[in-house]
Structure formats: structure tokens, C-alpha cells
């Protein structure tokens, strides 16, 4: 469920096909993600589940799995 919460709104904000997000796709090298693509994701993120995300945990983020671990984990 919310592996594909954050699919959704990576698909919807970076206009990608939602099968062609998993757990183990690299945002900037798979998805073409820059730093303000990451930002405006980081701010969907936190409209979504109400919750601040860190400069510092936004900055590891490698993967949509790294996300997923991360809203997990709160």
C-alpha cells in the first residue's frame, strides 16, 4: 500500500509510466530526478503524509525503495 502511494506520486510528478517505478529504481540515474524534482517530490511527500522530511534524509535518497523504508520506519 505504501510503495504504491509514493508510486503514484512519483508517477504523477515526474510524468512517468507507474510500471516503470519499483522498489529498486535510481532516482536520478532511472528517472532523470534533479535536485528540484527531488524537493517538489519531498513537499508531495509531506502533503501526503503530514509529515516534515529533513534536507539531511531527503539527500540519501537513492531509490524509491529508500522511501519506502524511510515512511515506513516513521
Known amino acids: 500500500m505504501l510503495f504504491e502511494q509514493i508510486r503514484d506520486i512519483i508517477s504523477k510528478q515526474l510524468e512517468i509510466d507507474e510500471e516503470d517505478i519499483t522498489m529498486d529504481t535510481n532516482l536520478k540515474e532511472d528517472l532523470d530526478a534533479d535536485s528540484l524534482d527531488l524537493v517538489d517530490l519531498a513537499i ?18 537513492e531509490t524509491v525503495g529508500d522511501i519506502v523504508r524511510y515512511f515506513e520506519e516513521l
Open 44 to 61: 508531495s511527500f509531506e502533503d501526503e503524509f503530514e509529515v516534515e522530511v529533513p534536507d539531511k534524509v531527503l539527500e540519501k535518497f
